[in-house]
């Protein structure tokens, strides 16, 4: 089980890079408004309206497999036993013995008849 989970974090990891490298070279369509007034030449006014090219549909197919491989982590970091579960609390050390209580009464200490009380 630990080495399909190690698995599938590599392939999230590495299309979580990728879709950050694709996005980062992709041409936005803001870019092309400015010469849309007048400096150039413009299919249209928010950019080409046509088919999606291969940086974007790469985009989309890297966006499906880092969001299944999310849900894969999820799922399997929600079923594991409650005996390995990790849990700090759960691993904490026992509790050492109890604290002997005297049974004389302590004497206060020297300075203790200067303070007042309330």
């Known amino acids: ?29 803001g870019a092309d408004m400015g010469a849309a007034f007048g400096s150039g030449s413009s299919g249209s006014l928010f950019g080409a309206s046509g088919s999606a090219n291969f940086l974007s549909r ?3 197919a890297l966006a499906t ?20 579960s990790g849990s700090v609390l759960e691993s904490a050390a026992p ?18 008849a200067q303070i007042p009380a309330k």
Request: proline share 9%; aromatic share 6%.
């Open 1 to 29: 089980m630990s080495l399909l989970i190690t698995i599938i974090l590599a392939v999230q990891m590495l299309s979580a890079l990728a879709m950050i490298g694709l996005i980062l070279i992709q041409h936005g369509k």
């Open 58 to 60: 790469s985009t989309a």
């Open 65 to 84: 497999v880092f969001f299944v491989c999310t849900l894969a982590l999820a799922y399997f970091g929600s079923n594991r036993p409650a005996a390995s």
């Open 95 to 112: 509790a050492s013995a109890p604290v002997a209580v005297p049974t004389e009464p302590v004497a206060p200490a020297p300075g203790a």
